[in-house]
Structures are given as structure tokens and as C-alpha cells.
Nanobody
Framework: QVLLVESGGGLVQPGGSLRLTCAAS????????MGWYRQAPGKQRELVAT???????NYADSVKGRFTISRDIVKNTAYLQMNSLKPEDSAVYYC????????WGQGTQVTVSS
């Protein structure tokens, strides 16, 4: 059983930045594409960024140019650098695999507000 632990969220002003961290208990990121997801109250969970085992990344149109996904395979850790944050980015952010979902972690709350 792989545990996923997200951290790094918080309250930030519009235009600010945050860096989220996803720690996995096993080296699952070595063999699987992974992604960052988010869910705002009353809204569907959405996939915002992915990174393949090759290192290639993709982004939802809503975050393209502002967010950057990365990973450290040896540390079994993934990151999401979020810049130019907007109020509509406010959500609970989760990490998980893309092709085969694992059990969800607790997520980390991101609130963008002035």
C-alpha cells in the first residue's frame, strides 16, 4: 500500500506563489506517470498537471504557463510550483497516479485571497 502525503498549501494573495510537495511511501513515481489534482467546494475534482516517466509534462489550459510540475525520483517526491495564483485556483490539491489511481491522501488546502 502506497501512502501519498501532500503539503505546502496555505493562504496566498492573488499573484503570489506556492510550492506543493507530494511524498510517496514507495518508489511508485519511477514506474508511473503522476499528476496533481485539485477539487474546489461544489466542483468536480480536476487534473491540472501531469508528468510522465520520461519527464514530459502536460497542463490543463487553466494553469498552463503558471504551474510547473516536477519530481525527484530518488526521493519519491513530486512538486507543483504555482505562480501568478488566482482566486479560482483555490482548492484542495492532491497528488496521485494518472493511469491507475491509488488511495487519495488528505490533500493540502490552497486559498488565494486578498
Amino acid at each position: 500500500q502506497v501512502l501519498l502525503v501532500e503539503s505546502g498549501g496555505g493562504l496566498v494573495q492573488p499573484g503570489g506563489s506556492l510550492r506543493l510537495t507530494c511524498a510517496a511511501s514507495g518508489r511508485i513515481f519511477s514506474f508511473n506517470d503522476m499528476g496533481w489534482y485539485r477539487q474546489a467546494p461544489g466542483k468536480q475534482r480536476e487534473l491540472v498537471a501531469t508528468i510522465a516517466t520520461t519527464g514530459r509534462s502536460n497542463y490543463a489550459d487553466s494553469v498552463k504557463g503558471r504551474f510547473t510540475i516536477s519530481r525527484d525520483i530518488v526521493k519519491n517526491t513530486a512538486y507543483l510550483q504555482m505562480n501568478s495564483l488566482k482566486p479560482e485556483d483555490s482548492a484542495v490539491y492532491y497528488c496521485n497516479l494518472v493511469d491507475k489511481l491509488l488511495s487519495w491522501g488528505q490533500g493540502t488546502q490552497v486559498t488565494v485571497s486578498s
